[in-house]
């Protein structure tokens, strides 16, 4: 009995081989096994950043095991946001200029408002309640 003919069986195989390289794709451009991902973006317990002078009037600090970012426009002025990127999740590293950087595909986002300056993120991070008491920063609700 003969079998599929040569052309028919190409074909077969030249599908194979572009489903193989699409999944290949994809499993480079996942970031979940790189920088993990939080279940939740934002804090669902008021977090204790510590000492709130530790964050510059006019500049930002980075909490990296809290996954926030949160900046000082004035004197005594708080703002926080997640900082778990809007694109896939990752964390971002660090804080340039007045910009937070994501590791993973290069998003910027701007640490005063959250907004989203260069992506390929388009989404601004979450805004996280933030107050100064008794000289500490306290995130989350309640805050
Ligand atoms: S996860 Fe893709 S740019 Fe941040």
Redesign the pocket.
Known sequence: MPGPSPAARRTVLKGAALAGAAGLGAAACS?DSKLGRAQVPTPTEPVDLGPADAVPVGGAKLYRDQRLIVSCPKEGEYKAFSAQ?T????ALDKIVGNEGN?P????RFDVTTGKALVG??TVPLPEVAIKAEGGSLIAGPDA
Not at 104 to 107: D, I, K, R
């Open positions: 970031t990127c694109h896939a999740g990752c994501c993973c595909h290069g998003s390929p993120a």
